[in-house]
C-alpha cells in the first residue's frame, strides 16, 4: 500500500523507547496511517528503539525529553507541531513504578512519580491541545494508566495513587475537550512483560518466575505482553473510536476478576 506522505497522522508517543511505548509504534506503523514520534529521556534507548523500527525516516522520529521538567516539554511539543505541521494524536505511556508503601514513601518519591505518571501528561495534554483543535477530524489521546489505577497494587502506594488520577485526570479532560473533537480514554494494563519490571528482580529466572507465577494466576493464564496493550491503543486511535471517549479500558487478563 502507498501513502501519501501528506495524509500521514503525527502521533507522539511517549516512553516510545521501550516496552509497551515501542510495540504502540510497531503496531501502528503496520498500519502505515501514522507517522511516530517517539519520546523518551534516554537518548541511546531511543537511537535503538528506531532501529528496531527501521531507522529515523518520514514515518519515526525521536525527540529527548525529561518528562520532569516542564520548560522542556513545552519546547519539545512546540518543535514537533512545527516540524509536522500539527499532531494528531498523543499516546501518554511513559511511566515509572516505584515501590513501597506509606513509611517507604519519602517525598522525593511521592513527587517523582506524580511528576512523570500524572503532571507529564497534564502538561502534555495542555501543549497539544490547541493544534489538535485546529484538525478537521479532531484529536487522539490515550492515557496508559494502570489496573493499579482501579484497585492498588501491594506496596507501590505513589504509583497507585498516580495511576488512580490519571483514570481522573482522562475523564475530566474528555469532558472539557470533546467540543473540540479531541477523544481522551485510558488504559489500565495489568501485569505485562516489560523493562518496568526487570529492576526489581535479581535475576532473569526471577523475574520469569514471577511472570509464570502471577499470569498463572489469573483467568487468561498468563501475563500480558506489550503487544495486548498496543492493540488497544490503535483502537482508541483509529476511525472505530471516533465516537468513543472518557472510555476506561482494562487489559489484564482478567486479573481484576479475581
Ligand atoms: N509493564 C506493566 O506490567 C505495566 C502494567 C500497568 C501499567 N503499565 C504502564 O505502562 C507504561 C509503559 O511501561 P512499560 O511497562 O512499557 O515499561 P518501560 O519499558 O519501563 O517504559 C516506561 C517508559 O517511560 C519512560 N520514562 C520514564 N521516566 C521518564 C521521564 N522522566 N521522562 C521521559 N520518559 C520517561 C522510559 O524512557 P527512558 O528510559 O528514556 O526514561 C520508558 O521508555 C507505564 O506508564 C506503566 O506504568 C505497565
Redesign the pocket.
Known amino acids: 500500500m502507498t501513502v501519501d506522505k501528506q495524509q500521514l497522522k503525527t502521533v507522539l508517543i ?8 515501542l510495540e504502540t509504534a510497531k503496531i501502528l506503523l503496520e498500519s502505515k496511517h501514522y507517522r511516530l514520534v517517539l ?4 537518548r541511546l ?2 537511537e535503538a528503539a528506531a532501529l528496531a523500527l527501521g531507522g529515523v525516516s518520514e514515518t519515526v522520529s525521536i525527540f529527548t ?4 521538567d516542564s520548560s522542556q516539554i513545552r519546547k519539545v511539543v512546540e518543535k514537533i507541531i512545527g516540524t509536522y505541521k500539527g499532531i494528531y494524536g498523543l499516546v501518554n ?5 516505584p515501590l513501597g508503601g506509606l513509611a517507604e514513601t519519602t517525598e522525593a518519591i511521592w513527587d517523582e512519580a506524580m511528576s ?2 500524572l503532571k ?1 501528561p497534564y502538561l502534555l495534554i495542555q501543549a497539544v491541545a490547541e493544534a489538535m483543535s485546529k484538525n478537521t477530524e479532531g484529536g487522539r489521546i490515550v492515557n ?5 489505577g482501579i484497585l492498588p497494587n501491594h506496596f507501590a502506594f505513589a504509583y497507585s495513587v498516580s ?1 488512580a488520577a490519571l483514570i481522573h485526570l482522562s475523564k475530566t479532560l474528555a469532558k472539557e475537550l470533546g467540543k473540540n473533537n479531541i477523544t481522551i480514554n485510558c488504559i ?10 526487570e529492576t526489581y528482580h535479581s535475576s532473569r529466572s526471577e523475574l520469569e518466575e514471577f511472570y509464570l507465577k502471577r499470569g498463572g494466576s489469573f483467568p487468561l493464564g498468563r501475563v ?1 505482553e ?1 503487544r495486548d496493550v498496543a492493540g488497544a491503543v490503535r483502537f482508541f486511535l483509529s476511525e472505530e473510536a471516533t465516537w468513543v471517549t472518557g472510555d476506561v479500558f482494562v487489559v489484564d487478563g482478567g486479573r481484576l476478576l479475581l
Do not use: E, F, W
Open positions: 511517549t516512553g516510545g523507547g521501550s516496552g509497551i511505548g519520546l523518551g529521556k534516554n534507548k531511543l525529553c525529561d518528562l520532569r505511556n511513559a511511566g515509572i513504578y512523570v505518571n507529564g496508559i494508566s494502570s489496573t493499579a495511576k489500565c494494563p495489568g501485569i505485562v512483560r516489560s523493562p518496568l519490571h500480558g506489550p
